[in-house]
């Protein structure tokens, strides 16, 4: 792996790793999307889906006007964290509680994408590369607006997994 | 393991997923202190410690209050974030961009908590668990905190790294 000396090292290294937790996330959404039950929940994974399939070319575009290759990195946090999403749930449980692990999972992944776009976005204003700035915001809107949808369609799942209602 | 059927079950095993989480950042913090040069970050990190000793304790009180043991579980989400935390950074690298490798790091790892306190807290408060509501809630206000007080340190600490100066 090449040695980071500079900001712009950084955002490079850390771009390399966002890709690599989008085009793992592009593999796990069509997954989460047929385990969820909840038909609101199955059509945000769906649209999640084509989001960061658009977050992936972001994320391509950047890598072109930076002159590097966003490959070649494989992003362990979102290995774990897609690998959690994975664990297992009884086919007794509810199909609400299916549905709540589900976002559970989702929302943290979500919160890890946040982060790292919300940097990044600050690495690159500081850099002056406006255009990358710009395509970071794109998709830094778009993971914050699917953590709200998450936690809108959680409020109902839950109180159906608490009274242990199956839909 | 066992079977998830409840959001009870549920609870429980994401609360055992934090436990891991806590004890393996009571491991990591310590580190990222030593490795930080810029002394509030070195005091955010040893003041955070202090913090997750404390959170670490709440869930130990609150596996007590609802009958289980916190033990056992490995989350591997966190493995994953604490690995990408000690990824290579040149010795030959400012500073101040280790500095901000390292707050990129930390606060990906506030966000994943965030993500959990902040579901567990509604899962207890739909079940009825009031003393476990509020420990996760007191838990949640400080992971906040923190993430603000990094970002806050960011501010400066990025600049620095653009400019190239070595603190």
């Known amino acids: 792996m090449s040695k980071i000396e500079t900001l712009h090292d950084l955002l490079i290294q850390e771009l390399k790793d966002l890709y690599s937790a989008e085009t793992q996330l592009v593999k796990a959404l069509p997954?989460?999307?047929k385990a969820a039950t909840d038909e609101r929940l199955k059509e945000a994974f769906q649209k999640h889906l084509a989001q960061t399939q658009e977050q992936v070319s972001r994320l391509e575009q950047i890598a072109k006007?930076?002159?590097?290759?966003p490959k070649g990195k494989k992003c362990v946090a979102m290995e774990g964290l897609i690998e959690e999403g994975k664990e297992t749930i009884s086919e007794d449980a509810a199909d609400s509680v299916k549905d709540a692990a589900l976002i559970l999972a989702a929302q943290k992944i979500e919160h890890y994408e946040i982060a790292?776009?919300?940097t990044l976005r600050e690495f690159a204003d500081l850099l002056g590369y406006d255009e990358v700035r710009s395509l970071l915001e794109a998709t830094l809107e778009e993971e914050h607006a699917t953590d709200e949808e998450l936690?809108?369609?959680?409020s109902s799942?839950?109180?159906?997994?608490?009274?242990g209602v199956d839909e």
């Open 31 to 33: 997954k989460m999307a």
């Open 65 to 69: 006007s930076l002159e590097f290759s």
């Open 116 to 118: 790292g776009y919300g």
């Open 151 to 154: 936690t809108e369609i959680a």
């Open 157 to 163: 799942i839950n109180i159906e997994a608490e009274q």
